[in-house]
């Protein structure tokens, strides 16, 4: 029992001084400002696209391919085809509602059920609603990932940039200072040590040794 309290005790001790290093509490601002500053980039990337987007109808959400259902493949068609419209949701609701062997139109009472049920099946792409279970390139979706990176990664560079401008700054005036520092006090500046002489390498060895033995055949 003494022995597992005592290995308890361990850990928390481990415990303890692993938090109250600061690289764990850098770590956790790191974390906190990072999420700050996404939800920031994030809406930059909203309106930037939004801007970029105004004249194109539907924005980049409505920029998709579908591809052809598979033959033979009734899972890719839909009820009333692959994709349509947003402006043909109420006859595509009757279209829908049709072929399950019932008759509506707009006044029914059970025509917003009928569209619900119809919405279940399909995704809206801007303006165009095209059927879940059909294959679906999202240019739109690409597209918005790529602009993302892009002012994400041109933000990041311009904030690492200032960053290291100022820092560059602060060295600079830093060793200024005490550059101004050690010419009113003189004896103060480090006496710096002279390099160190390279360490003999084999050749440096094998030609002391043919002078040494050639100086020696000299004096016999």
Not at 131 to 140: C, E, K, Q, T, Y
Not at 145 to 162: E, Q, T
Request: glycine share 8%; hydrophobic share 45%; proline share 4%.
């Amino acid at each position: 029992m003494a022995k597992k309290n005592g290995k308890v005790k361990g850990l928390w001790k481990e415990f303890k001084e692993f938090i109250n290093k600061g690289n764990a509490f850098m770590l956790a601002v790191g974390v906190v400002i990072g999420g700050a500053f996404s939800a920031i980039v994030n809406a930059v990337v909203n309106i930037l696209l939004s801007v970029a987007t105004w004249g194109v109808p539907g924005g980049l959400k409505g920029l998709i391919t579908v591809l052809p259902a598979a033959p033979g493949n009734a899972a890719q068609q839909g009820p009333v085809g692959q994709q349509f419209d947003a402006t043909e949701l109420a006859q595509k609701t009757i279209d829908f509602a049709k072929s399950q062997d019932v008759v509506i139109d707009k006044d029914s009472a059970t025509f917003v059920q009928w569209q619900t049920a119809l919405l279940g099946k399909y995704t809206l792409h801007g303006t165009t609603y095209s059927f879940n279970g059909a294959a679906v390139i999202d240019w739109g979706a690409f597209l918005t990932a790529l602009i993302s990176f892009l002012i994400i990664a041109i933000v990041l560079f311009i904030i690492v940039k200032v960053v290291n401008t100022v820092s560059r700054k602060n060295e600079e005036m830093k060793a200024k200072a005490q550059e101004e520092y050690y010419k009113k006090h003189p004896e103060e500046r480090p006496v710096e040590e002279a390099p160190a002489a390279p360490a003999p390498t084999e050749l440096d060895v094998l030609t002391e040794i043919r002078d040494q033995l050639k100086a020696l055949g000299e004096k016999k």
